[in-house]
DNA sequence: ATAATAAAAGACCTGCATATCTTTTATTAT
DNA sequence: ATAATAAAAGATATGCAGGTCTTTTATTAT
């Protein structure tokens, strides 16, 4: 639904936001390294980002990428659309070339619903939303370590 | 979210068990030429779905596809087990490796609506359901025709 | 000034879904 | 038997998302 690029986008974006501030930037290194990303193809959409400045960058020393306030209000839709445009939200899952209410797809409607309220959420939840979810303990958006305590995964032994 | 593969074998299958009985059958041309497919790609995703008994062929003059009454009973999701796996159902939104109630991303819940409905809704629907809808004129599954008389498309002029 | 750092940019590679083309096999009609 | 038909099967091509590698440019610290 989302390609990788643009979950890879979504992923760093908010990591970015978590983890620096105007001062304190962040190399695609340790995002690539932390989210478990290709490092430079992590480049290239970061810089996506930065020309459409949703993240700020800076070259060289100490350089490294930060999101500023406003940024940080920005609605995933927004990043969705810089990374994969948005003809999902407005496609057939049958592939019909016109899919509406005078020619509908058998699914038409079913598929309508879930369409819009995907479109609806990613319209309505910021950046700052999901960081706050994840400061707050109650999300992730780095991968489990599997060897972490406490985790069903392993215990068997 | 569907493969094209995916999305060509449902349409051909509702297209199949639209146009055809245990004598009458239709071919990969016929069925390529009305849906807009490419017939060579058609026939391997057809052939796929002989393999599994979702449709039935006989070769020669003659020949072609069609599809039983047992199969056409056949629900959605059998077809997209098929054609594309089910790992979709089970994945993450933000492309985690675990994202679950224990470790769940920042829209774990909310995907994970969509994704349970989506399954829900091909897991409940056959075939036959998509066919019914169709012969009663309430859907579709070729192609608009953009020169059809009383179309929004053109009228423009 | 120089060296080190880190993003930007460009060129290139890879794998897979998608698509095409050719040959073979099964079936039917004459 | 033979020719025609149509799916099956196999080999090959294409396009693009995803990924890698190298060079350039901007910035900073020494």
Redesign the interface.
């Known amino acids: 639904?989302?390609s990788?690029s643009c979950?890879?986008a979504?992923?760093s974006i908010?990591f970015i936001a978590h983890h620096t501030t105007t001062e304190f930037k962040i190399g695609i290194k340790e995002i690539a390294r932390e989210l478990e990303l290709p490092a430079h193809y992590l480049g290239k959409i970061l810089q996506q980002l930065t020309k459409h400045s949703i993240i700020q960058s800076v070259k060289g020393p100490n350089g490294g990428f930060s999101i500023d306030e406003k940024s940080q209000k920005i609605k995933l839709i927004t990043i969705i659309g810089v990374i994969d445009g948005l003809d999902f939200f407005n496609s057939c899952?049958?592939?019909?070339?016109?899919c509406s209410k005078?020619?509908?797809?058998?699914?038409?409607d079913?598929f309508k619903?879930?369409r819009d309220?995907?479109l609806d959420?990613f319209s309505s939840?910021s950046i700052l939303?999901?960081v706050s979810?994840?400061e707050d303990g109650?999300?992730?958006?780095q991968?489990?370590n599997l060897y972490e305590t406490g985790?069903?995964?392993i215990k068997k032994y």
Chains 1, 2 share one sequence.
């Open positions: 639904m989302l990788k979950i890879y979504l992923r908010v899952g049958f592939g019909l070339k016109e005078e020619h509908p797809c058998p699914l038409h079913n619903i879930y309220g995907l959420l939840k939303d999901m979810k994840i109650n999300a992730f958006i991968n489990a985790k069903k995964s």
